[in-house]
């Protein structure tokens, strides 16, 4: 019995036009409300920071936030259904936290939808805390809204 071949080697890179087929497909198969095409390329117009985890040409996730004098605010941070529960998500917020610092912000602020409890729950292992909610943030249905909660990381 032969040796299973080793993964490929996890890397992270800025997001660029080239990525944003396979982030929008991820984007489409992880939420219910995806972000669209142009929000990603009006984010990157804009130079907010967005990066892409790969494993080959594989895409793992992604995330993308704006620096704004002191703080970072996460706009968007997603990993591949296929990928989900095996660490990536801590590993790319480890990232944000360590291009944060970088850019002196001394606050990482962040919305999630009230019903998404396993991403709270990795946020709150991160060192995030609920500081807040926002009324009727997220679309859930045509007629309806979701609540989001905000949290922040002290850096």
Do not use: C
């Not at 409300?33 to 142009?38: D, G, S």
């Not at 989900?84 to 970088?102: F, K, P, V, Y």
């Amino acid at each position: 019995m032969s040796a299973l071949p080793n993964p490929p080697e996890a890397r992270l890179a800025t997001m660029a036009h080239g990525w944003l087929d396979a982030v929008v497909a991820v984007e489409q198969m992880a939420y219910s409300h995806p972000w669209t095409r142009a929000n990603f390329s009006d984010s990157l117009a804009a130079g907010y920071e967005a990066q892409v985890l790969t494993g080959g040409d594989e895409l793992i996730g992604y995330f993308v936030a704006f620096h704004a004098i002191d703080e970072v605010h996460l706009l968007n941070l997603t990993v591949t259904p296929a990928h989900q529960r095996q660490g990536w998500a801590r590993l790319l917020l480890d990232a944000l936290a360590i291009w944060s610092r970088g850019k002196g912000a001394r606050q990482l602020w962040l919305e999630v939808r009230i019903g998404n409890l396993r991403a709270q729950h990795v946020y709150r292992q991160h060192g995030f805390s609920a500081v807040g909610r926002r009324r009727n943030y997220y679309p859930a249905t045509p007629i309806a809204r979701e609540d989001a909660v905000v949290m922040s990381l002290k850096l």
